[in-house]
């Protein structure tokens, strides 16, 4: 089996999704027109033309623009069905996404509505195409704590619908340490954590993730390299890092993918995965990243279903389905 074949073949979960991330432009000028919203841009042509990042703030701006134009429980519902659908072609089995409650709240839009339209589109991708799934709240860093805890309280009604806290957006200036509060309380709610860290903040965001936040993994984490000793920590202890090859990329964390790291902290024993974190923006979904991290870094076979069993055994799946996919990727070698 050539590697096209194998990274279509496997079953994979997917990590790191920011549902928000994978609006597509063509979905994006159906909802607009359909809402009555103006964007700044005539043409499908033209929105891809603007995808030219040179650093995450410079993508994040157009991320929350597009978001804008997102108002009713159906935009929602039919956001996270197309990503679905781009699931069941690559074979994505399992999906953890993240949205961003904030920047539908700060808009006016109720919580309750972007929560349903998701939840119903999932329910459904369960349904009609056998997609396990679960969802991750992510609080935005570049606002206060205490808009954050506001964001938590606003949860609590649909706490069974939602496995866990993150953390996204700015990355520098805005060190985990300022949520540590917020992060507490939502473990004392139940909530698993999550935090964006090393990805262009250094190696100390991701101490502050692990040590005041208590996360389960960390994303992205592509600068765990530069700390030895943290290095050998996230061995040790199997911390799993959902890197995103192409929006590293994209977003000029590497100037190339044949400079990535993630064969380096693969062979070293890290638990890396590799997801896709906004799709419609970086230039592909998982099979595209798997097919270019493995071209670009000279995967082997066993290499790409090693990243595929990480990426079950880093899930928060219960431990039965977590044994059969593994299982199922093992069978691929043989
Ligand atoms: N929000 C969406 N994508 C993100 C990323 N790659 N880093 C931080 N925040 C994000
Ligand atoms: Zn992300």
């Excluded at 929602?76 to 074979?91: I, V």
């Excluded at 000793?229 to 100037?255: D, G, H, Q, Y």
């Excluded at 799709?279 to 998982?286: I, K, L, N, Q, R």
């Excluded at 790409?304 to 799946?317: G, L, Q, R």
């Amino acid at each position: 089996m050539n590697t096209t074949e194998l990274i279509e073949k496997l079953p994979k979960a997917e990590l790191h999704l920011h549902i928000e991330g994978s609006f597509e432009p063509e979905l994006m000028f159906e909802i607009a027109n359909r809402n009555n919203v103006e964007i700044p841009y005539k043409s499908v042509e033209e929105i891809r033309k603007a995808y030219n990042f040179h650093n995450l703030q410079s993508f994040l701006d157009i991320y929350y623009a597009g978001a804008s134009v997102l108002i009713h429980e159906k935009d929602f519902y039919d956001l996270t069905y197309a990503y679905l659908l781009k699931c069941h072609e690559d074979r994505v089995v399992h999906t953890e996404i993240f949205f961003d409650p904030q920047t539908h709240t700060d808009r006016g839009v109720a919580f309750e509505t972007v929560f349903n339209g998701i939840k119903k589109a999932l329910d459904d991708g369960e349904k009609k195409l056998g997609i396990t799934s679960q969802i991750i709240m992510c609080f935005l860093r570049h606002l206060s704590q205490e808009e954050a805890f506001k964001t938590l309280e606003a949860s609590l009604p649909f706490k069974d619908g939602i496995i866990g806290v993150g953390l996204d957006s700015s990355e520098v200036g805005h060190p985990p340490s300022k949520f540590q509060q917020v992060f507490e309380k939502a473990k004392e709610y139940g909530y698993i954590t999550v935090a964006h860290a090393g990805e262009e903040g250094p190696p100390e965001y991701i101490w502050e993730a692990l040590n005041l936040l208590g996360v389960k993994r960390i994303d992205h984490g592509v600068r765990s390299l530069e700390d030895k000793a943290l290095m050998e920590l996230i061995i040790k202890e199997r911390i799993p890092l959902t890197v995103c090859p192409l929006s590293n990329l994209k977003l000029c964390v590497v100037k190339d993918l044949k400079d990535h790291n993630f064969k380096e902290m693969l062979d070293q024993g890290v638990c890396v995965t590799i997801n896709s974190d906004d799709p419609a923006y970086f230039g592909g979904y998982m099979n595209q990243n798997y097919t270019e991290t493995a071209e670009a870094l000279s995967l082997s076979g066993e290499d790409i279903v090693k990243v595929a069993i990480n990426s079950f055994e880093a899930s928060f799946i219960e431990d039965e389905l977590k044994e059969k996919w593994i299982n199922e990727c093992r069978s691929m070698l043989t």
